[in-house]
């Protein structure tokens, strides 16, 4: 395989008249959709499928099975380089020899998820570029799609956005002073070390955080790309391990790419240089609550293009966002309703492929891997028990059988039976 641009981008190139900085990367040629791979089934998911066909449910014993015979991603959250190493050729062996390309996670960024239900990572800058050299040796030659650092530019600590606000994340230690390393500056030198190892490698696509349509505006995400080295990447990834409705995702994804085009254009005496503030967003002019209003921002891009052309790719988690965001109840209590987190009654969505009939978007992904739970939520309540539920819900990354049974049933499209 050839790292090399399809085809059917070429001419898009050649009508560009912006900086190198806006004409996205050569992307590795991963053939078919039927070519990614799927891993083993978790041990969780298997006891369920069991459970359900001893108790005669053998229609959602079937669903269950079918979900988890889908390709999804594999992640990778921690261990020594030389861990990462082994477990990373591990799967990348496994997926050489059934022909197949594995969609890895790389899940290690210092202070990831800002102490939140999926807190952890590296120590320090050092250690995660060891880290990342462990997990790049362990793809090698392999063929690979790698998905660098869910929420890493979503959550960055001690962040000011480019509207001057500060940001919620800010891990201090006891004293209450800074924790060394916890500046915007460590995660961008962080996401940069990534994107520049993983990129060399020959037959790898690497993809940075493009959050998803309900969070950053367009030209903050934007603008955070650009620092984490998006020109040299492959693209960008929208949606992961949240719900939101694809229609709206391949707006939003359209939209940063548009917007990335737009703030790094030369045209007209460089007036619009770095003025990522001024894109077309879900917020402005479009109404984030109001899907009709978008086409206002889809023509903001019109507009304000000109002959410049988006061409950096994304690609869009799909695995969760059959029905879309749960909306809390509206007399809820006060406090936070963790709509990402664990939501009742969601489904599965369109199934990963890499035929998606849209020049930007590269595939549609199960990066996360449905029927695994998203942490122990307790909502507005004091926990820990998760009081929509009205149970205890498993820590994150573990097998959730009743909400992987709300997965399949509530999929759309349906799960062929």
Known sequence: MRRERASRLIALALTLSVSLLTAA?????????????????????????????????????????????????????????????????????????????????????PFRDCSQFSAGGA??????????????KGIGKSEAIVILEPDGLGIIPFNIDINGNAEWCQPRDAAGNPQPGAT???????????????????????????????????????????????QRADGFYVNASNYQLTERLVK?????????????????????????????SQYFPANPNDFSTWGLTDQWYVDNLGTAVATTHFVIDTSRNGQGPWPPPPDHPAGDPQDWCNPPDRGLGVRPSLNTGNVLIDAYLWVKIPGESDGQCNRWGPGPEDPVRGMVDPAAGVWFPEMALELVRNANPPLVR
């Open 25 to 109: 990367p050569a992307t590795a040629d991963h053939g078919d959709s039927d070519d990614l791979y799927t891993p083993p089934p978790s041990p969780g998911s298997l006891d369920q499928i069991k459970e359900l066909r001893r108790g005669g449910q053998r229609l959602e014993a079937q669903l269950i099975s079918r979900m988890v015979r889908t390709p999804s991603a594999v992640w990778f959250n921690g261990g020594s380089p030389e861990e990462v190493r082994r477990d990373v050729a591990e799967v990348v062996g496994d997926a050489r020899r059934d022909g197949s390309v594995p969609v890895l996670v790389a899940y290690n960024v």
């Open 123 to 136: 120590l320090d800058l050092a250690s995660y570029k060891a880290w990342v050299d462990g997990f790049a």
């Open 252 to 280: 939003y994804g359209s939209w940063i790419s548009g917007c990335i085009t737009f703030a790094n254009n030369p045209e007209e005496g460089g007036w619009r240089l770095g003025n990522y503030a001024w894109c077309g």
């Open 184 to 230: 915007p500056e460590d995660r961008y030198a962080a996401l940069n070390y990534a994107v520049d190892v993983l990129s060399s490698l020959p037959n790898v696509s690497v993809y940075l955080d493009g959050t998803h349509s309900a969070w950053l505006g367009v030209g903050d995400i934007a603008d955070r790309l650009v620092k984490a080295g998006i």
